[in-house]
Nanobody
């Protein structure tokens, strides 16, 4: 059974930085493409960033240059480092496996407010 457990996040003022981690189990992690999504109140869930099994990353235009996705295959974990955060980044953030399981993490709240 694939499980994704997220940690990190929290509240920060505009311009601040936060990080998220997503630890995976029950899958061949190094062979999987992984990603981060977010869902703001009243909005649909949207893709934020992804990282392929060969470490190619991609970002939504709204976060490009501010967010960095990375992975550590020795820890079965992906990360999302977020800097210069804006109020529009406020959302629940989810990690996801793009493979057959399509599993999602439980979500972590990120709140950007002064």
């Amino acid at each position: 059974q694939v499980q994704l457990v997220e940690s990190g996040g929290g509240s920060v003022q505009p311009g601040g930085s936060l990080s998220l981690s997503c630890a995976a189990s029950g899958l061949a992690f190094s062979s999987e493409d992984m990603g981060w999504f977010r869902q703001a109140p009243g909005k649909q869930r949207e893709w934020v960033a992804s990282i392929s099994r060969i470490n190619i990353d991609a970002y939504a235009d709204s976060v490009k240059g501010r967010f960095t996705i990375s992975r550590d295959n020795s820890k079965n974990t992906i990360y999302l480092r977020m800097r210069n955060l804006k109020p529009d980044d406020t959302a629940v953030y989810y990690c996801r496996v793009f493979g057959p399981s399509g599993a999602w993490g439980q979500g972590r709240q990120i709140t950007v407010s002064s």
